[in-house]
């Protein structure tokens, strides 16, 4: 479900939602749209939502001074089975002013369970990495750089996580999965010298029917520093 509702942006900004307000909201909105409270992420028994506020600035033609103020809110719900994350599912609501919704993505396939799957053990997840049917990915970085794999001297894995995948095909976005796979969402430090290190994440599968497939051929690849698209995305709305 995807719904866009721009507004006039040339008429003046009243009563803009805060987090607080936003998430009153948004949590009115999902009963509406009857998305269970239990498949929420959650902490202590209260749902978990992150916030995208936005501002714009105009020319205080008094004081000649830039001023800034908010002029949308958006709040994001997302989804959870067993307590387990699931990538790709949530509800996306954004607010202006007067509190009017503007937009709503809401991902939210209808699932069941429909087998019982073996999970690998450790030994055999490290095999699969080492295949080649994993995935790396930049987490934080010191910025963009070529990494040579055969460079890396040692990989430390600092983090593990258990997490569903249910994003899109890359392809083919309109294009929703028909499994909802369980995978291990891994952080790493990769170390090429004593003073040189990156962090990444791998993305790697624990049942056998989720294996992607093998993929050596890579000598060398690209990473980013997380920011690098929000600078993009800034850049962009600038010109």
Not at 106 to 114: E, I, K, L, S, T
């Amino acid at each position: 479900m995807n719904l866009y509702k721009p507004t006039d942006g040339r008429l003046p900004l009243e009563k803009v939602p805060d987090k607080a307000r936003a998430y009153e909201l948004g949590i009115g909105l999902l009963a509406k749209l009857e998305i269970p409270v239990g498949e929420l992420m959650s902490e202590g028994g209260k749902p978990v939502a992150g916030y995208s506020p936005g501002t714009r600035g105009h020319m205080d033609k008094a004081t000649r001074k830039m001023i800034t103020e908010p002029c949308t809110m958006g709040v994001q719900f997302r989804r959870a089975l067993d307590g387990i994350e699931c990538f790709g599912q949530q509800v996306r609501i954004q607010f202006e002013s007067q509190e009017a919704m503007t937009q709503l993505d809401v991902r939210w396939c209808g699932v069941q369970a429909d087998k019982t799957c073996v999970v690998a053990t450790p030994d055999q997840i490290i095999s699969w990495i080492k295949e080649g049917r994993a995935r790396a990915h930049p987490i934080e970085t010191t910025g963009q750089r070529w990494i040579r794999v055969a460079d890396i001297k040692k990989v430390t894995i600092r983090q593990v996580r258990l997490c569903y995948d249910a994003e899109p095909d890359t392809e083919n976005p309109e294009k929703f999965p028909n499994y909802l796979y369980p995978y291990l969402g891994i952080e790493a430090e990769i170390e090429f010298s004593s003073t040189d290190r990156e962090t990444l994440g791998i993305s790697c599968p624990i049942i056998k029917e989720a294996l992607s497939s093998a993929n050596r051929k890579t000598s060398e690849f690209n990473i980013l520093p997380k920011t690098f698209f929000e600078n993009e995305a800034r850049r962009e709305g600038s010109q």
